[in-house]
C-alpha cells in the first residue's frame, strides 16, 4: 500500500478502506463457493464409490434372503409331513413301559 502524503502511516482514507473491504469480502465469497464445489464434487465420488461397494453387498443380501425363505419352507414342509410319526414314535416309548432292574442294583442279603 502506498502511504498517505500527509504522513499518516497507516491510516487509509474511507474509499480506499472501502474498497480493500469489498475485496476481502469478495475474496471470501469465491473462497466459500470453491470450497462448496469441492466439497459437493467429493462427496458425489464417494457416494458413486459407496453405492458401487453396496451394490453387490444389497445383491448377495437378497441371495440370502430368497435362500433362507426357501429353506424355510422345506422345514415346515418336513415338520408338517413327520409330526404325526414323531409324536407317535414318543408316545410309544412314553407309554411302553417295562420294568426291569438296573445293571448296577445289588439286592441286600
Known sequence: LVEPA?????ALDPTRRASKNRRLK???????AEIEQ???????????KEAAA?????NSAVEVDRE????????????RSNREA???????HVCDI????????????
Open 26 to 32: 469478495q475474496a471470501k465469497e469465491e473462497a466459500q
Open 6 to 10: 500527509d504522513g499518516r502511516q497507516g
Open 86 to 92: 414323531v409324536l407317535g414314535q414318543l408316545l410309544q
Open 68 to 79: 433362507t425363505a426357501e429353506r424355510m419352507g422345506y422345514i415346515q414342509a418336513s415338520y
Open 98 to 109: 417295562k420294568p426291569e432292574f438296573h445293571a448296577n442294583y445289588r439286592v441286600a442279603g
Open 38 to 48: 469441492y466439497r459437493l464434487q467429493r462427496e458425489k465420488e464417494f457416494k458413486t
Open 54 to 58: 453396496l451394490g453387490s453387498h444389497g
